[in-house]
């Protein structure tokens, strides 16, 4: 395991708020010394998790690429979209299949990737609650898994008046809370 931080979105969308504000934390962290790394879970597309499809061929193989990306990392910061008041299936259907152990693999096993992991989990939304609730069950998802989720949790409401359309934040508080929230994923995972 290294002291790698990865930043992610549970967004493949290309314009997604949520991915453009990981991108800015990452840039901060960064800028700030961290071993960090931005990841696009549009690169990592995978079917609909499904134990007949396992039992027959096994984790797909960005299943596989992502889980050890994951599995080497110390920390994790995700910038979850809200849908219909949850996180998004994409989301979930990532942390389902990297959840799974890999038989091809020695010694792996079941939640492997998220043993140990410190996280921070954020939201943004141009609506008023800032997709503060997909936060709570995915704090209560990620802690039934293995990782330590740091209280710096952030919703960032009305983003689209916060963020230029390069993805640059340009509300001096959001900004500052992201940069605690970096700071703090940091020192965690040092």
């Avoid at 879970?41 to 992502?66: H, I, N, R, S, V």
């Avoid at 936060?135 to 989720?149: D, E, F, S």
Wanted: hydrophobic share 50%.
């Amino acid at each position: 395991m290294t002291n790698q931080i990865i930043f992610f979105a549970g967004s493949a969308r290309k314009d997604s708020f949520n991915k453009k504000l990981a991108k800015a934390a990452y840039d901060m962290a960064a800028a700030a010394g961290a071993d960090a790394r931005f990841i696009d879970l549009a690169d990592f597309q995978m079917p609909l998790y499904d134990g007949d499809l396992e039992a027959a061929d096994g984790l797909p193989e960005k299943a596989k690429e992502l889980k050890e990306i994951v599995a080497a990392a110390t920390g994790l910061f995700i910038a979850c979209p809200e849908y219909n008041s949850g996180y998004p299936a994409l989301l979930k259907n990532t942390i389902d299949w990297i959840s799974r152990p890999d038989p091809t693999v020695e010694g792996d096993f079941m939640l492997r990737a998220f043993a140990g992991k410190q996280a921070v989990v954020v939201s943004a939304s141009p609506g008023g609650f800032g997709g503060m609730r997909a936060l709570v069950p995915l704090r209560m998802l990620l802690g039934n898994i293995g990782v330590t989720v740091l209280p710096a949790s952030i919703s960032a409401s009305a983003i689209h008046e916060k963020m230029d359309a390069e993805g640059n934040l340009t509300d001096d508080g959001t900004k500052g809370a992201i940069s605690m929230a970096v700071q703090a994923l940091i020192a965690a995972c040092a």
